[in-house]
């Protein structure tokens, strides 16, 4: 597993960082260019719309979908009756095909003929284009998003919240706690490294954004659904600048790195 591991892991990274630092085409090509391609990138200006759309998708989607699946692990957690089964229909769409998933919320969307204007029409609230409109079309996009990938994190929410000693809340209730005081001063501080866990996942989830996007707008309207990884998506495939696909793949890496280390040092904890 080893062997694997660095066969499938950290040889193509090695491999990354060595073609970010030549001019490598599809012809076979290639020739040394050092760090050409990470200052090509930090003046290029679609590389910097592109960033800002994709912290901008975070900032929407690691706080709607660790708080629904917060909040659902909460609700599982205070089931008896058929626990089992509701846990599987809530991991149900995490299983799905996020290409389906896309096809599915983009009908839900659309303008004409879709179910949410649908409903709208019925409280004449007047058909809204939420994938057509640049300020809808993230938030539109993190819900399918949400949607799609809460139930992992619910499930690992609902084993940590499962781990808490019962004792504890017994306690708490004795000296006179209510719900949100046993939920403010017992139950997150004995989940902290569990949604610590959570919170890196699905920051490292939404920095990857990329098949919904391609699915449902194509990155538009007017690049305001284009994100890194589409960018490198383009970069690579589309013009077949490999060395430049590979810069930003490194610096990606480097962002999320970044990002994941300030989560730890304000949520996380060594045990």
């Known amino acids: 597993m080893l062997v694997l591991f660095i066969v499938f892991r950290f040889v193509p990274v090695a491999g990354a960082v060595l073609l970010s630092l030549t ?36 900032v929407i989607f690691v706080p709607l979908t660790v708080l629904l699946s917060l909040g659902t692990a909460l609700l599982l957690h205070q089931v008896v009756w058929r626990r089992g089964f509701f846990r599987g229909v ?5 299983v799905t095909s996020i290409v389906l998933a896309a096809v599915i919320w983009k009908w839900i969307y659309d303008a004409e003929s879709g179910l949410l204007n649908g409903i709208l029409g019925v409280l ?20 399918t998003s ?3 990938g809460f139930g992992y994190s619910m499930l690992i929410l609902l084993a940590g919240l499962q781990s808490i000693p019962r004792s504890y809340l017994e306690a708490a209730m004795i000296d006179g706690a209510d719900s949100w005081q046993r939920f403010r001063y017992v139950t997150l501080p004995q989940l902290r490294p569990v949604l610590f866990f959570v919170l890196v ?30 960018m490198l998506y383009d970069s690579g495939f589309k013009y ?10 490194l ?10 280390l300030v989560q730890r040092r304000l949520v996380g904890r060594d045990d």
């Open 251 to 260: 610096v990606l890496f480097a962002i999320v790195l970044v990002v994941s």
């Open 201 to 230: 996942i699905e920051t490292i989830q939404a920095f990857q954004v990329f098949d919904a996007m391609y699915v449902m707008t194509g990155g538009g309207p007017v690049r305001s659904s284009y994100s890194l990884v589409y």
């Open 90 to 94: 809530f991991f149900l769409p995490y």
């Open 23 to 58: 001019d490598y085409r599809l012809s076979g090509q290639w020739s040394f260019i050092a760090v050409e391609n990470y200052t090509r990138l930090l003046s290029d200006k679609m590389f910097h719309e592109s960033l800002a759309v994709t912290l901008t998708y975070t």
């Open 146 to 148: 949400a949607w799609k």
């Open 124 to 143: 004449s609230l007047g058909p809204v284009d939420f994938l057509g409109r640049a300020e809808l079309v993230l938030p539109s996009i993190a819900v």
């Open 240 to 249: 077949f600048d490999f060395g430049y696909a590979s810069a930003i793949g």
